[in-house]
T-cell receptor, first 110, second 111 residues
């Protein structure tokens, strides 16, 4: 069964304290792995797409990496405005549908 | 502006009532999705459609129905059979192998 597991469920960091969020997945025939940011009461906002193991992408304080079993979202020197829920999703499998993990709630303390 | 529009933003359902959530996109995307999100939870797939006049059940389709008569539109009906409908509903669309574009969501509550 295709599955996406994110850890930790919640993370509190001090401003400037770097860390990483994990997304482990099992899917046959990965077509893409996606990272999204979601603020309360809003739709998810796209961050990155990764297609193959070894690929990396960066945007401001965020960097996403991909292996054959997991992806990491590294956040460097975070600011309070980076506080949000970060969602990971994969597309693939027999039905080619997109499934999401439960997300990591990130809170950056000033 | 191209985008995906959900309406209404807030919706209240009475017991035994069916309600329909609207989702329209002008991005010329073939695939459209409906997700349900409960507080503190991720997105769970209800239904998805990869082409017009065709759709598949997701992980939690019971108590919901959809139609895909036009490429631009993918309405979701929450039927009276859905006993716990209170949630945040998100519609999304995509071209093949591309990112999902999300609407702003509909918050459904039970009166």
């Amino acid at each position: 069964e295709d599955q996406v597991t994110q850890s930790p469920e919640a993370l509190r960091l001090q401003e400037g304290e770097s860390s990483s969020l994990n997304c482990s997945y099992t899917v046959s025939g990965l077509r893409g792995l996606f990272w999204y940011r979601q603020d309360p009461g809003k739709g998810p906002e796209f961050l990155f797409t990764l297609y193959s193991a070894g690929e990396e992408k960066e945007k401001e304080r965020l960097k996403a990496t991909l292996t054959k079993k997991e992806s990491f979202l590294h956040i460097t020197a975070p600011k309070p405005e980076d506080s949000a829920t970060y969602l990971c999703a994969v597309q693939g499998g027999r039905d080619d549908k997109i499934i999401f993990g439960k997300g990591t709630r990130l809170h950056i303390l000033p | 502006d191209g985008g995906i529009t959900q309406s209404p933003k807030y919706l209240f359902r009475k017991e035994g009532q069916n309600v329909t959530l609207s989702c329209e996109q002008n991005l010329n995307h073939d695939a459209m999705y409906w997700y349900r999100q409960d507080p503190g939870q991720g997105l769970r797939l209800i239904y998805y459609s990869q082409i017009v006049n065709d759709f598949q059940k997701g992980d939690i389709a019971e108590g919901y129905s959809v139609s895909r008569e036009k490429k631009e539109s993918f309405p979701l009906t929450v039927t009276s059979a859905q006993k716990n409908p209170t949630a945040f509903y998100l519609c999304a669309s995509t071209s093949r192998n591309e990112k999902l574009f999300f609407g702003s969501g509909t918050q459904l509550s039970v009166l």
